[in-house]
C-alpha cells in the first residue's frame, strides 16, 4: 500500500513547481524521486525536492518540499534547513523551504523559507544589480548632455553593430 503522506508531499512537490513557473514558466522542476535517488547514488545534481533555474540569477535553487496537515499552523524542523543547505552548497546553489498550509482554504497557504545568509547572498545580488543600472544611466545621462539625444541614439546604434 502507498503511503498517503508520501502521495501529498509528492503532489505538493509537482504543485509547488506549477505554481513558481506560473510567472516564470520553466525556471522550476520537481526532482524525480524526491531527491532520495541522488541521496542514494551519492549525486549532488539529483538532490533536492524541487530545483529552480531563474535565467537572469547567477545561482540556482533548490527546495525542499513539506506540507503541514493542520490549517493554522505548522511545524518547522531545523533539520530541513540543515539539509537543503548541505544539498545546496554541493551543487553552488541556495536553499530554500517550500510549506503548504495542507487544510487553509482561505489567507496564505503556500510560503517559501529561507535563512539570513541565502536572504543576503540574494539581497547583495540585486544592490549590485542596481548599482550597475545606476551607473549605466549616469553614463547614458554625460553622453546625452555632450551630445544631445541624437549622439546617443548614435552611440546606441554604434554598440548595437
Known amino acids: 500500500m502507498v503511503n498517503k503522506n508520501k502521495n501529498k508531499g509528492s ?9 513558481l513557473n506560473e510567472d516564470f514558466p520553466g525556471t522550476w522542476r520537481r526532482n ?3 531527491g532520495a535517488l541522488g541521496t542514494i547514488l551519492e549525486l549532488p545534481i539529483l538532490k533536492g525536492d524541487v530545483v529552480g ?12 518540499a513539506k506540507v503541514g496537515y493542520g490549517g493554522v499552523q505548522m511545524q518547522i524542523r531545523k533539520e530541513w534547513f540543515d539539509k537543503i543547505k548541505m544539498e545546496a552548497d554541493q551543487n553552488y546553489a541556495l536553499p530554500v523551504v517550500l510549506l503548504k498550509f495542507e487544510k487553509s482554504k482561505t489567507g496564505v497557504r503556500h510560503v517559501i523559507a529561507m535563512d539570513f545568509e541565502t536572504w543576503n547572498k540574494i539581497m547583495s545580488y540585486i544592490e549590485s544589480t542596481h548599482e550597475e543600472l545606476l551607473k549605466l544611466y549616469e553614463e547614458r545621462q554625460k ?13 546606441l546604434f554604434e554598440e548595437g553593430r
Open 143 to 155: 553622453e546625452s548632455e555632450q551630445g544631445g539625444t541624437k549622439q546617443v541614439k548614435r552611440n
Open 11 to 19: 503532489q505538493w512537490e509537482r504543485d509547488a513547481a506549477k505554481l
Open 53 to 64: 533555474d531563474y535565467e537572469f540569477l547567477p545561482f540556482d535553487f533548490i527546495a525542499e
Open 32 to 34: 524525480p524521486g524526491s
